[in-house]
C-alpha cells in the first residue's frame, strides 16, 4: 500500500463513497510528472494515457522510446522535447519558456517515475522556484517494486540509486550502505553488477541478505534471494556461462538483524570510550582542570561522565605519583 493513510475501514464502500475521484482535466502552464511502465506495458495507468494523450508537450528521455510508447497507446502525433543528462542546459529552458509560454508538459523517463535516477529533478526545481505547478501521475517504480516483494521486514528504508562509478565517492557510498541499518534499495547496470556485488562483499558485508531483482516486470524476470555473497558467486556463474550479464537490476539489501545492532553498537561503544579515555589522559597531563576536561570528553564522545571520571582520578593520582617522585 502506497497511499500514505493509517486509517483503514473493513466495511464495503459504494462508488459513490470511495475516497477517490476522476482525474481533474489538464491544466495550461503546468507540469506532469508521468511514471511509465518499467517492462510490461500493461502496468501503464489510465491516467497517465489521459495525461500524455491531452498534454501539449512530453519531455522524454529518449524519444524513439516514447515514440513507441505512444504508439502502442495509440495516441496520435505529439510534441516531442529531448530531456536527458546530455542536454539540460538546453533542455530546462526551452520547456521553461513552453511552460510559461502556456503550455501543458509531461515528463516521462524510458522506465518508472521520472525524477528517480534520471534528469527530471533538474527541471523539478526550477519550476518550483517559478511557482509553476507541478502534479505527479504516479505508477510503476523499480525501487518500490523490489521492496514490496523483498520479504524483508522493514518499516522503513534508504534508496541509494545507482552509486558512483568508481573513485573515493563510490568508496564512501558502499561504506555507507554496509553500514546502514535500514534496508536499502540500489539500482545498477548489468555491466557493473559483479563490480557492485564484490565490493560490497570485500566492505564487510558478504554475509548480509539481499534479493536481486532482474528484469521486473519482464518475460524473464527473476529474483535472486540470499547473501550479498552467494549472490555475488551465482552472477559471476552466470556471465561466465553467457559471457556478459544482461538485464536491469535491483538491488535489496537486508535491513541489519537485532544481534548485529547490539553488536555494532557495543563495538562503536568500546572505541568511544576508549578514545575518550585518550583524551582526557592526555589533557590531564597537559594541565587541565579534571571537571572540566571530564565534561568536555563527555560531551565531544558521547561517553558517559561517570565512566570517564573514575579513569581522571585514576590518572589525576598516578601524576600526583610521578611529581612526588621528582621532589
Known amino acids: ?32 510528472y508521468v511514471a511509465t511502465p518499467i517492462g510490461n506495458l500493461e502496468d501503464i495507468t489510465l491516467r497517465a494515457v489521459r495525461t500524455l494523450r491531452e ?69 523539478a526545481a526550477e519550476c518550483a522556484r517559478r511557482s509553476i505547478p507541478i502534479v505527479p ?26 552509486l558512483p562509478r568508481s573513485g573515493s565517492g563510490r568508496k564512501a557510498r558502499i561504506a555507507e550502505m554496509v553500514g546502514e541499518r535500514r534496508a536499502v534499495v540500489l539500482y545498477e547496470a548489468p555491466h557493473r553488477m559483479l563490480d557492485t556485488l564484490g565490493d560490497l562483499k570485500m566492505a564487510g558485508a558478504g554475509g548480509r541478505g539481499v534479493v536481486v531483482a532482474r528484469e521486473m516486470t519482464k518475460l524473464h524476470e527473476e529474483f535472486h534471494r540470499g547473501t550479498i555473497a552467494s549472490a555475488h558467486a551465482w552472477y559471476a556463474a552466470i556471465a561466465e556461462r553467457d559471457g556478459k550479464l544482461r538485464g536491469e537490476f535491483a538491488v535489496v539489501i537486508a535491513p541489519l538483524d537485532a544481534a548485529t545492532l547490539e553488536q555494532r553498537e557495543g563495538e562503536a561503544a568500546a572505541v568511544a570510550e576508549e578514545r575518550a579515555t585518550e583524551a582526557v ?8 582542570a579534571l ?17 570517564l571520571y573514575a579513569e581522571a582520578l585514576r590518572q589525576k593520582e598516578a601524576l600526583r605519583g610521578v611529581r612526588e617522585s621528582k621532589e
Request: aromatic share 4%; charged share 20%; proline share 5%.
Open 1 to 32: 500500500m502506497c497511499s500514505g493513510n493509517e486509517d483503514t475501514e473493513s466495511a464495503e464502500l459504494s462508488a459513490d463513497e470511495l475516497p477517490m475521484s476522476t482525474g481533474a482535466p489538464i491544466e495550461a502552464r503546468t507540469l506532469y
Open 55 to 123: 498534454v501539449d508537450v512530453v519531455a522524454t528521455e529518449d524519444t524513439r522510446v516514447t515514440l513507441g510508447l505512444l504508439r502502442h497507446l495509440h495516441i496520435g502525433p505529439k510534441k516531442l522535447v529531448a530531456h536527458h543528462d546530455h542536454n539540460l542546459a538546453s533542455s530546462v529552458p526551452k520547456l521553461i519558456e513552453l511552460l510559461e509560454g502556456g503550455a501543458s508538459v509531461a515528463v516521462v523517463s524510458d522506465a518508472g517515475t521520472p525524477g528517480i535516477s534520471d534528469p527530471g529533478l533538474a527541471l
Open 137 to 162: 501521475v504516479p505508477g510503476a517504480c523499480a525501487a518500490v517494486a523490489a521492496i514490496s516483494v523483498s520479504g524483508f521486514v522493514s518499516t522503513e528504508f534508504i534508496f541509494g540509486g545507482f
Open 281 to 288: 589522559r592526555a589533557r590531564l597531563a597537559a594541565g587541565g
Open 291 to 307: 571537571s572540566r576536561v571530564v565534561k568536555e570528553a563527555a560531551l565531544e564522545f558521547g561517553v558517559p561522565k561517570a565512566k
